[in-house]
């Protein structure tokens, strides 16, 4: 039996269990587990890529993105670490770098079929398509600046956050993440139609991110632009359809 295989079936119990806690937002405890699995099992490729998960859900992009490539490294098409590399790889815009991973794992198994989609996206398209798909956009590109004005949003030092926000758009072009931030600083010093404004301009650009139309929500209340709101949601509607989850926000404000 090949290393691989063996770690497949050892520690089944303690990955099922980080799993567990891991949907119940338990992130410490599973993390505890998985890293006796790695300890005890290095190559325990499904623990990797668990542990990738958690930095996830912590917004440690890089250190996710090394956790998925690592487990790919050990198993090269293990399915679920692989769609979670591109998804990485979208949120740190290195998609194209993972072509030969995705290659080698069709090499491996050439009926994973959504690997082959991904595969030949990459392949195919300008970098220009790939992150302005519908997957990319709702994912989202990471920037540290947007990261650090967010932070410093959250600790009420909004002229530091704004500062951040504008040298986003100044250094890199327009962005959704710091056009949203400048919009919340907007709404928190009550200039309710700046926000509104700001709030549509993170959506031309990126269309897909529920916490837009949420905030555009309650600009809008705020400055009386309800129907205005209905109508540029009900835009994106027709063009997005999976938008409907959230029409009822509309609905009832």
């Known amino acids: 039996m090949s290393q691989e295989q063996t770690s497949a079936l050892r520690f089944t119990a303690e990955n099922e ?14 993390a505890r587990i998985l890293v006796e699995v790695v ?4 190559a325990n490729w499904r623990a990797y890529n668990n542990i990738g998960i958690i930095s996830w859900l912590q ?7 090394s956790m998925f490539m690592k487990s790919v490294s050990i198993k090269g098409d293990y399915l679920d670490a692989l769609i979670n590399l591109f998804d ?3 949120k740190l815009k290195k998609a194209r770098d993972l072509l030969p991973v995705f290659n080698l794992a069709l090499e491996i198994n050439p009926d994973l079929e959504e690997i082959t ?3 030949d996206s990459i392949r195919d398209q300008q970098d220009s398509e790939i992150y302005q798909s519908e997957r990319a956009l709702r994912i989202g590109t ?4 947007i990261d650090e004005g967010n932070k410093l949003l959250e600790e009420g030092k909004i002229y530091d956050a704004m500062e951040k926000f504008l040298k986003v758009n100044d250094t890199d072009g327009p ?5 949203q931030g400048l919009g919340i600083i907007s709404f928190y010093q009550k200039r309710y139609d700046d926000a509104f404004s700001l709030f549509v301009e993170s959506l031309k650009i990126n269309p897909m ?3 837009t139309y949420l905030n555009l929500i309650d600009a809008a209340r705020a400055s009386s632009k309800m129907e205005l709101a209905r109508k540029i949601f009900g835009l994106y509607l027709k063009e997005i359809p999976w938008l409907e989850t959230i029409k009822p926000e509309f609905d009832k404000a």
């Open 175 to 179: 962005s959704a993440e710091a056009f």
């Open 209 to 211: 991110c529920v916490d």
């Open 39 to 42: 300890e005890k099992d290095p």
């Open 17 to 30: 269990k980080a799993e567990e806690l891991i949907q119940q937002m338990e992130l410490p405890q599973a």
């Open 88 to 90: 990485a790889g979208l």
């Open 117 to 119: 989609i991904i595969r």
């Open 142 to 145: 990471w920037n540290p600046l």
């Open 59 to 65: 917004k440690a992009w890089q250190d996710a993105f």
